[in-house]
T-cell receptor
Framework: GAGVSQSPSNKVTEKGKDVELRCDPI?????LYWYRQRLGQGLEFLIY????????KSGLPSDRFSAERTGESVSTLTIQRTQQEDSAVYLC?????????????FGPGTRLLVL | AQSVTQLGSHVSVSEGALVLLRCNYS??????LFWYVQYPNQGLQLLLK??????LVKGINGFEAEFKKSETSFHLTKPSAHMSDAAEYFC????????????FGTGTKLQVIP
């Protein structure tokens, strides 16, 4: 079956522009996560969705970052007025929660470069 | 708050040698622990996970990890390294309660020398 997909795979933008990153989770997965991986650093949790709700937004770095999910499916991560420090790989993952055990399935990521 | 520490951002081993990647965790409750692997130009995939059953967990590609509560460790091992094991490995911890926020370590890049 299809895995988690993300688009675009690469995005180059100018400082100050807005960008939208898309994630299509595995069909039927209720949980969806966004992470950021800066060069040479580990994965940084950004936000988590359970269905269309986001119980935990604590990882969003600033109010320039926002995310939404619709139809318990597609999610969009929006970065407004991008800054050079936003350059990173943005990873999306989804999971099918059964009890409290879960395996997250990751997408290939979107490489964002802010010039 | 939960956290993981991966000792060594880069590890080099000879082909056929033992692979040992270290991970220590910090958690206020008995955690769930994971190892993920990221091959070059590919997405993350789960190697193995510990969810409070057997302390020795076997994963894919011959990897295994042992949960040691007394040492707060979850080191990843493989008896004999293969060239195809060259990748970046991430240890992660999750609080089994609540909504399963997963915290990742900074990763260890494994180089396998022929």
């Amino acid at each position: 079956g299809a895995g988690v997909s993300q688009s675009p795979s690469n995005k180059v933008t100018e400082k100050g522009k807005d960008v939208e990153l898309r994630c299509d989770p595995i069909s039927g997965h209720t949980a969806l996560y966004w992470y950021r991986q800066r060069l040479g650093q580990g994965l940084e949790f950004l936000i988590y969705f359970q269905g269309n709700s986001a119980p935990d937004k604590s990882g969003l770095p600033s109010d320039r970052f926002s995310a939404e999910r619709t139809g318990e499916s597609v999610s969009t991560l929006t970065i407004q007025r991008t800054q050079q420090e936003d350059s990173a790989v943005y990873l999306c993952a989804s999971s099918l929660i059964r009890g409290v055990q879960e395996t997250q399935y990751f997408g290939p990521g979107t490489r964002l470069l802010v010039l | 708050a939960q956290s993981v520490t991966q000792l060594g951002s880069h590890v080099s081993v000879s082909e056929g040698a033992l692979v040992l990647l270290r991970c220590n965790y910090s958690s206020s409750v008995p955690p769930y622990l994971f190892w993920y692997v990221q091959y070059p130009n590919q997405g993350l995939q789960l190697l193995l996970k510990y969810t409070s059953a057997a302390t020795l967990v076997k994963g894919i590609n011959g990897f295994e990890a042992e949960f040691k509560k007394s040492e707060t460790s979850f080191h990843l091992t493989k008896p004999s390294a293969h060239m195809s094991d060259a990748a970046e490995y991430f240890c992660a911890v999750s609080d089994p309660g609540g909504y399963q926020k997963v915290t990742f370590g900074t990763g260890t890049k494994l180089q396998v020398i022929p």
